[in-house]
T-cell receptor, first 115, second 111 residues
Framework: AQTVTQSQPEMSVQEAETVTLSCTYD???????LFWYKQPPSRQMILVIR??????QNATENRFSVNFQKAAKSFSLKISDSQLGDAAMYFC????????????FGTGTSLTVIP | DVKVTQSSRYLVKRTGEKVFLECVQD?????MFWYRQDPGLGLRLIYF???????EKGDIPEGYSVSREKKERFSLILESASTNQTSMYLC??????????FGPGTRLTVT
């Protein structure tokens, strides 16, 4: 099975600063999808950003962007101009279209935003 | 907006009881998923379904079963609840190759 690793259980960032959350994954597939999900304290998980493996261009969504390094199997999330509402648990996820469309999640990174 | 709802936000059950957790989505998604979320372990897939009456085991199916009689509804069943099944349960749905939409979660406590 694919594995997704988030090596930073906790991170903190000053409001208005930039923070990068890391994620690595292990796969032998060439076609897959990668996602970052956010789970605020209210606990409803929402999608932040997604990346198709065949696209070389890094995905961007407003203040959120990714650094996708396919050869290194790395998929980090950069949050610019951090806001208090960004405080949440962030999960990196891998989706394989070849194994029944299963999602594989990392263990999460808890982000604290300091006012 | 896609809506995924779960039957309860909080549930307390006794050891040995049969427990039903229900999930309903309103966007005609083919895929539905059940996860459990535990601190330090992230989300672990219990079961998923890619069509009515179709199901596949995830990483931790032991002690659980599922039912999908209608496309919009995916039920998770704990045949005989045990204390180690105390957890947060998350349901999600997606199109065949799309992102997942999550429900609000059910916090289950087994005493």
């Amino acid at each position: 099975a694919q594995t997704v690793t988030q090596s930073q259980p906790e991170m903190s960032v000053q409001e208005a600063e930039t923070v990068t959350l890391s994620c690595t994954y292990d796969t032998s597939e060439s076609d897959y999808y990668l996602f970052w999900y956010k789970q605020p304290p209210s606990r409803q998980m929402i999608l932040v950003i997604r990346q198709e493996a065949y696209k070389q261009q890094n995905a961007t969504e407003n203040r959120f962007s990714v650094n996708f390094q396919k050869a290194a199997k790395s998929f980090s999330l950069k949050i610019s101009d951090s806001q208090l509402g960004d405080a949440a648990m962030y999960f990196c996820a891998y989706r394989s279209p070849l194994t029944g469309n299963q999602f594989y999640f990392g263990t999460g990174t808890s982000l604290t935003v300091i006012p | 907006d896609v809506k995924v709802t779960q039957s309860s936000r909080y549930l307390v059950k006794r050891t040995g009881e049969k427990v039903f957790l229900e999930c309903v989505q309103d966007m005609d998604h083919e895929n539905m998923f059940w996860y459990r979320q535990d601190p330090g372990l992230g989300l672990r897939l219990i079961y998923f379904s890619y069509d009515v009456k179709m199901k596949e085991k995830g990483d931790i199916p032991e002690g659980y079963s599922v039912s999908r009689e209608k496309k919009e509804r995916f039920s998770l069943i704990l045949e005989s609840a045990s204390t180690n099944q105390t957890s947060m349960y998350l349901c999600a749905s997606s199109l065949l190759r799309g992102k997942q939409y999550f429900g609000p979660g059910t916090r289950l406590t087994v005493t």
